[in-house]
Structure formats: structure tokens, C-alpha cells
């Protein structure tokens, strides 16, 4: 299968085993309307309120979707700051007897209240009026990574680095990895144990970082062969001002107006932040309802439906560096039977063999692009100045750093930084 011609650009860079990486994101804004404008002050939303305020439901058709799916029989390791397994809309959702010892210190204790509104994004029930999940019969396999909010030295070493976290998760029954952080530089580390999940046959999502504003850098591990990078859009479909961009943008989801735990705490959802986060646990939740249907399906498989049957307006061969293939539209596999697994061992992105194997199912319809559930937006028309609604730059109090020890060395060659362009679509 034919995938869009594009490359890549690494940030090649040797690193040490502990560096300083920063997290792609903080979750998203909460909206009462759609279309509204996205300035909206810093306030704590009631429990009871928080599912009014998740619009992208509607536009997915979730009460439709769930008729057919509702991620039963999936696991999703999420790969962040902790899940906390006491929320109401998380009891029961969280596995936290299946993370391997050795990466299991802390998993259930979140220190910010990031991973735990990505795991409810995933797969909360909603109970007791909490955030319901695009995925709510998935289960969730917890993974904490440090994070710079860690007061106590010890607490930091005892916590696992992102490199033993994927590796970690790989070994379990998950079958999709969900990475809601990032970092500017390449880690030998963590790009191996990306190749080692791949091989496992895992799907890994990341965020593709908040910082378009700003410097708009590469973000790893987004950028990762074998990952998919997911950017956040707006309620009109448009990318959002802070949602990083390039040839590493591979799918897009909602990443504006959508609640979060406020803190730690874990006593209020606010609607002050955003983030490519949010998109990505979206993304892993739409994954998650195709692969519960289609339960003898490949990573590669459930990956190339969600590329054919993503919302765009322009061509599939010439992807977006702001939207990539689109916007994730589950249902259209889900109702309308819409999407080609093709090739169970070639990976729909790189268009290159992998080495797992699986079903060969290659008799699904062929897909149509067209008749969008979601809003969409052309390349063209959405540079990242003119991207929907007032999202600042997340380089603020709402965006988390994993703290991994000394700070990461540049290698420099003729006065400037080693790069090298890697092929990411082929």
C-alpha cells in the first residue's frame, strides 16, 4: 500500500541514558460550545458537569460507535505521570497487577493528575460523573515515568525512565502503547525499545509537543519510525496554534476544550489547559474500538483503517504537516464498514515489512475518504499562525518535564547541530 511521500528530519544526537526531556503535553481545554472562542479563563469544573463539556463524543458518534465497540478485550499501556485507580471512572479500568515489577514503583500515584485524566480520555466509565472514555471497555496497564513535579530525590530514582517503561509494556498483553510526552533529542535508548514494542506488535501513539509558537522542534518519540505522531485540532477540524508540525505528524484528534484533572489532588477537572496529549490518548481510544472489532487484525492492519478512513480534504498521498492523514474517525470502519486492513506485516506509514506477522484479512471494502463526521481542514489553508482558536504555547505552569538526570550533550559539527534526514514516509 502506497502511503504519502514525505521525510522525516532526525535530530540525530548521541545522549546519555539519563537526560532532561520535556513532556509533549498537558491535556486540553473543556468548551460549552462548539466554535467558541478558545480564551477561556482558568476555572474548576463539578464532576457532574465534566461530561457536558466533552463535545468530541458527539462528533465521533460514540453512542453509535458503542453499540458496535467499546474497546472490550483491549489494554492500553499508558506511558506517563502515574494513573491513579481510585477515581470513580476509573475503578476497575486500571491493571495494575500486570506491570512487570521491575517498572512497577509508583504506577497508581500520580503526581500532577496528567496520566490519570489520559487514562479516563481512554477509558473511563464515567462513573460518578467523571470523564467517560472514547474507549470505555478498554482496560488500562499504568506506567509511571518521573516527572520534575517529584519533590523527593528518592522517589526519582525509584521511577522508571521512558526507555525501561516501553520495553516494560511491550512484554505485557497490551496492544497499544499511548505516550503522552517528549523530548527534542534523540535517546538510543528509547528508539530501541520503540523497535523492540514494534516487534512485539504493538501500536504506539505519542503527541507530537506544544511548542509551535515557540520553536516548533522535532518531538520524540513522535518522530520514531514505528510511532505514531498525533496532532490536537479544534472543534472546526483546524490544528491548533501550539500542536507542533512536520512530515512527523501522522494523525490528528481533539486536543482543544476537553477537561482535565486540575492537580494532583485529584479533586476538580479544570478547563484551562490543552494539548497534543489529549489528542493522542483519543487516538490510542479510536484504535482501541477498531481493534476490539477486529480482534485477529495486526497493528499494521488497525493502523492502515485509521489512516483510509481519516477526515481530510486534501489527497492522501500528499499528507499534512499539520493534520497528517487526518482526523481519526473510528466510525466509519465501526458503522459504515468503511477501510482495507490490507497487508498484516507492512507498516501503512513507511510502507516498509515489519517483523511480526499476523491474519492476512484483506477482505474489508475499500474505503472512502469522503462524507466526514468530523470537520476537516486543508494543509494549505491552516498554517500554524492561523490554526483554530487562542491556544497559547503550553511552556507553562500545565506542562510537565520528566527529569532524568544530567542534561542531554549536543553533538556540533562545522558550528551547528548534527541532523540527519531520516525517511518516515516512503
Given at each position: ?7 522525516r528530519?532526525?535530530?540525530?544526537v548521541?545522549?546519555p541514558?539519563r537526560?532532561t526531556?520535556r513532556?509533549?503535553?498537558?491535556a486540553?481545554?473543556?468548551?460549552a460550545?462548539?466554535g467558541?472562542?478558545c ?7 463539578a464532576?457532574g458537569?465534566?461530561?457536558a463539556?466533552?463535545w468530541?463524543?458527539d462528533a465521533?458518534?460514540a453512542n453509535a460507535v ?6 472490550k478485550?483491549?489494554?492500553v499501556a499508558?506511558i506517563?505521570s502515574?494513573?491513579s485507580?481510585?477515581?470513580?471512572s ?9 506491570v512487570p515489577q521491575k517498572v512497577a514503583y509508583?504506577a497508581t ?6 496520566g490519570?485524566?489520559m487514562?479516563?480520555?481512554?477509558a473511563?466509565?464515567?462513573a460518578?460523573?467523571?470523564l467517560?472514555?472514547?474507549a470505555?471497555g478498554a482496560k488500562i496497564?499504568?506506567f509511571?515515568v ?6 523527593d530525590a528518592a522517589?526519582?530514582k525509584?521511577t522508571a525512565v ?7 509494556a511491550?512484554?505485557?498483553?497490551a496492544?497499544?502503547?499511548n505516550?503522552?510526552f517528549g ?7 528509547t528508539e530501541?525499545?520503540?523497535k ?10 505519542a ?6 509558537e515557540?520553536?516548533?522542534e522535532?518531538g520524540?518519540?513522535?518522530a520514531y519510525?514505528?510511532?505514531v505522531g498525533?496532532?490536537a485540532?479544534?472543534e ?8 507542533e508540525?512536520?512530515?512527523?505528524v501522522?494523525?490528528?484528534?481533539p ?6 484533572w486540575?492537580?494532583a489532588?485529584?479533586g ?15 487516538a490510542?481510544?479510536?484504535a482501541?474500538?477498531?481493534w476490539s472489532?477486529h480482534p485477529d487484525w495486526?497493528?499494521n492492519q488497525?493502523?492502515?483503517?485509521l489512516t483510509?478512513t481519516?477526515g481530510?480534504?486534501w489527497?492522501k498521498?500528499?499528507?499534512s ?8 474517525r ?10 482495507r486492513?490490507?497487508?498484516a506485516?507492512i507498516d501503512p506509514i513507511t ?13 474489508a ?10 470537520p476537516t481542514?486543508?494543509?494549505?489553508d491552516?498554517p500554524?499562525?492561523?490554526?483554530g ?5 503550553s511552556?507553562?505552569s500545565n ?9 542531554a550533550?549536543?553533538?556540533?559539527i562545522?558550528g551547528?547541530?548534527?541532523?540527519v534526514?531520516?525517511?518516515r514516509?516512503?
Amino acid at each position: 500500500m502506497k502511503s504519502g511521500i514525505g521525510r522525516r528530519a532526525r535530530r540525530n544526537v548521541r545522549v546519555p541514558r539519563r537526560l532532561t526531556a520535556r513532556w509533549a503535553v498537558a491535556a486540553t481545554a473543556a468548551a460549552a460550545v462548539a466554535g467558541t472562542s478558545c480564551a477561556l479563563a482558568p476555572a474548576a469544573s463539578a464532576a457532574g458537569n465534566v461530561q457536558a463539556q466533552q463535545w468530541y463524543l458527539d462528533a465521533m458518534d460514540a453512542n453509535a460507535v458503542w453499540k458496535v465497540s467499546t474497546g472490550k478485550g483491549v489494554k492500553v499501556a499508558l506511558i506517563d505521570s502515574g494513573t491513579s485507580d481510585s477515581t470513580p471512572s476509573l475503578k476497575g479500568q486500571v491493571l495494575s497487577d500486570e506491570v512487570p515489577q521491575k517498572v512497577a514503583y509508583g504506577a497508581t500515584k500520580d503526581y500532577v493528575g496528567h496520566g490519570t485524566t489520559m487514562a479516563e480520555l481512554i477509558a473511563g466509565t464515567g462513573a460518578g460523573g467523571g470523564l467517560k472514555g472514547l474507549a470505555p471497555g478498554a482496560k488500562i496497564i499504568p506506567f509511571r515515568v518521573q516527572v520534575s513535579k517529584m519533590k523527593d530525590a528518592a522517589e526519582q530514582k525509584k521511577t522508571a525512565v521512558p526507555a525501561d517503561a516501553i520495553r516494560a509494556a511491550a512484554d505485557t498483553d497490551a496492544k497499544i502503547i499511548n505516550m503522552s510526552f517528549g523530548q527534542d533529542l534523540v535517546d538510543p535508548d528509547t528508539e530501541a525499545a520503540v523497535k523492540y514494542a514494534q516487534s512485539k506488535g504493538k501500536l504506539l501513539f505519542a503527541a507530537v509537543g506544544n511548542d509551535a509558537e515557540k520553536k516548533n522542534e522535532i518531538g520524540y518519540p513522535a518522530a520514531y519510525d514505528n510511532v505514531v505522531g498525533v496532532a490536537a485540532s479544534d472543534e472546526t477540524g483546524k490544528v491548533a496554534k501550539f500542536s507542533e508540525h512536520g512530515s512527523f505528524v501522522d494523525l490528528a484528534a481533539p486536543g482543544l476544550h476537553i477537561p482535565e484533572w486540575c492537580d494532583a489532588s485529584l479533586g476538580s477537572y479544570c478547563n484551562d489547559a490543552k494539548g497534543t496529549s489529549s489528542a493522542s490518548a483519543l487516538a490510542s481510544a479510536s484504535a482501541a474500538l477498531i481493534w476490539s472489532a477486529h480482534p485477529d487484525w495486526t497493528n499494521n492492519q488497525v493502523l492502515r483503517v485509521l489512516t483510509e478512513t481519516a477526515g481530510r480534504s486534501w489527497p492522501k498521498e500528499r499528507p499534512s504537516k499539520y493534520l497528517g492523514y487526518g482526523l481519526v474517525r473510528p466510525a466509519r470502519n465501526l458503522l459504515h464498514n468503511e477501510g482495507r486492513p490490507g497487508t498484516a506485516d507492512i507498516d501503512p506509514i513507511t510502507n516498509e515489512q515489519t517483523t511480526t506477522a499476523g491474519s492476512g484479512a484483506d477482505a474489508a471494502p475499500s474505503t472512502s475518504a469522503s462524507g466526514s463526521s468530523q470537520p476537516t481542514q486543508n494543509a494549505s489553508d491552516v498554517p500554524a499562525e492561523a490554526a483554530g482558536s487562542e491556544a497559547k504555547s503550553s511552556s507553562d505552569s500545565n506542562t510537565l518535564w520528566i527529569v532524568l538526570g544530567a542534561i542531554a550533550a549536543v553533538i556540533v559539527i562545522g558550528g551547528g547541530g548534527f541532523a540527519v534526514m531520516r525517511a518516515r514516509r516512503n
